[in-house]
Structures are given as C-alpha cells and as structure tokens.
C-alpha cells in the first residue's frame, strides 16, 4: 500500500503542476493536491477522521457528474464526436477534449480515495 501511495503522491502532484497553465488552474490545482496529501497521511499510516474521504467524494463525484453531462462533456464526445481519441495530443484543441480528461482526472482521484477510504476505516479500527 506504502508503494501505491507514493506513486499517487507523485502523479497527482505532477498532475497539479501542470496545471498553471491551464484556463482554471486555481481549481484544478487544489484538485489534485488534496487526493496528494490523503495519500501522504495513508501512506504514513495517520489516522485521519473518515470526513476527509467523504468531502472528498462528495465534492469530486459531484464534480465528475457535471463533467460528464456538461455541453462538451463526456456525454456529448461519445454521442456526437463517436469518442474520438483524446490523447493525441497534449493542446486540448476542442473543448470536449478537455472535458473528457478532466472527468476522468476526477475518475482517477475518486478510486484512489475509495482504497485509501478502505485503508483508513481498518486503521480508525485499531
């Protein structure tokens, strides 16, 4: 679990530095740091109150759903673009191109929260 952790420590963090030149790097920035830290306090076998989870799920799940049913969302690239291929290239140069990464960003934080989630409620055990 200790290797998992600071793997996801390491992406997310580099996930979140490159993201000062996206159009909102104020949000995404902050994004990415959070699952950061909850996988530096589980990594180091913290106990953390279970809160930090559930916000975090709260607030990124409600945050993947907006993603997915947005204009240029996750709905709209597979209906009307047949789900092009969004990793040609790193310049996002259609709007639905940027949307489909940052849902599955969200996608990506949402299950290493949901195994440090499990982690964390044995360790609140003890």
Avoid at 83 to 94: C, D, G, L, P, V
Wanted: glycine letters at 4%; aromatic letters at 22%; hydrophobic letters at 50%.
């Amino acid at each position: 679990m200790k290797f998992f952790n600071y793997t996801f420590i390491i992406i997310f963090i580099l996930f979140a530095a490159v993201q000062y030149n996206d159009p909102d790097p104020y949000i995404w920035i902050p994004i990415y740091l959070y699952p950061a830290f909850l996988c530096y306090k589980s990594a180091k076998n913290v106990k953390l109150n279970i809160n930090f989870y559930r916000l975090g799920f709260l607030i990124f799940g409600l945050y993947a759903l907006y993603k997915f049913f947005d204009e240029n969302g996750i709905y709209d690239w597979v209906k009307y673009h047949h789900a092009e291929n969004i990793a040609s290239t790193m310049k996002a140069e259609q709007p639905w191109i940027e949307e489909s990464r940052e849902f599955f960003g969200l996608i990506i934080i949402i299950i290493v929260l949901m195994i440090n989630y499990k982690k964390q409620k044995k360790i609140n055990e003890v």
